[in-house]
């Protein structure tokens, strides 16, 4: 079989989106993915204001707008945003469907296989690929877009440090049957991170994403059952502490049980690179780049990983199809790498404390007495406010007169 010009690993947002790029540029791509159809990867599938603005054929994907947004604070206090710029929420199989199709519109050729890092070899001309049955593929250039866990990262840029990931797990779960159904985001008492609610057009999602260092599986699936059965116990009009009672009711008893019919188990993790790691990490060379999470690329303070996946496969393909793919690594550096960057050095100060509570804590209550900082939020929430000068900008509103 003649060669193809790129062989990309992983079709995920960033793997399908790079292929279809390069496939529109004229290059000859093979996309590889051994998820079985119908598989969701793990995932609250939120896109951002700022993602759907820079790419609005993600809106053509069947998804749900949001425009409002529950925030609370690590002691409950709540914090409503009416969003001026609305994000979406996806089921990740009708997401990744969706740009998978593209690329396949597009001219690269889909293939249904997993290609494991061991039977990936460098060959005179670039990289042939085999699978487990004996089946070969070359290509000029590979791209390892296989996720967090890529055995292709692994292999050419080396592995992560265990606190350079984050974990995330959580529960699909039906829709309420009131049909009220809020977004929630509630950051978590006594550890790093956050809950959330993600309603889609036929499920819930439900997770928690904390610190590799700072999970604790018991207490915080505990949290996360109190989170949810309280969340449902709200949307059906009960008053109810917001993360659920000391002693259950009845009431949350019969909730739970219909939890424990119903919802489904996932769990993965998210890259949450150190600034070190930013700063050395080479995420590409001569015939190699990595994509999205198999570079590393999610924010390290949210574990928002889709628009980075999308933009690191757009610069991606520029670079290739301009003929200079190391130009990659500059690329991604002045794009988002500064924010990153910023976010790993942010995070413990996030979580952290300030003026003896939760920073967390001390955000809502600022930003529920002040406009200026809610508006703050409400643009870090739409991707728009980046790290970089957010405490700048959190301070500036705080002590602007009203
Ligand atoms: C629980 C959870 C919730 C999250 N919520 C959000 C959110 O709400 N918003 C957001 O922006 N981000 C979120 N993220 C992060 C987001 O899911 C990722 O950043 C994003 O999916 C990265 O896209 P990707 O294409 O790089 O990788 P992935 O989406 O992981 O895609 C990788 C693909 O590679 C395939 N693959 C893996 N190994 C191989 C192999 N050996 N051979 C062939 N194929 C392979 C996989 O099947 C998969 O299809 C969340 C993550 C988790 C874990």
Redesign the pocket.
Known sequence: MKPFDALI???????SFAAELLAKGGAKVAL????PEGTP???????TAKALKAWPQLLNAAGRTISDLDLYSPSGKKLHLALDEPFAIYSRVVF?SYLRDRARDAGAQIIS????ARKAKRVDQGWRLQNDNGSEWTGAILAG????NS?IAKMLAGPLPPSDMEV???YRAPLPASEIAPTVVAFLPRWIGYAWA?PRPDHISF?I?TTQDAFEHEPLDDLLWRFMVGYYQQCEGAKVRFWGDEKETNDAIRVRKHLNDTAER?A???PGLSAKTWDNRKVCGDDWAL????AGF?DPVT?????Y?LRSAELFAEAYLNGNPQTYETRWREDFGGDLSRAAQMRRRFYGNFWGAPFTERMIEFARGHRGVKRVLGDLVAGEQGYVDLKKKLMKSAFRPV
């Open positions: 690993i992983g079709a995920g947002p960033a793997g590889f993915d051994g998820r990867k793990a995932c609250g599938g939120g896109v990744d296989e997993k290609i494991s877009a296989d996720g967090a055995g995330a797990f959580g993600f997770g994403a996932y993965a993790r998210i994509l999205g999470d198999a999610a574990g928002e990983g889709i628009y996946a």
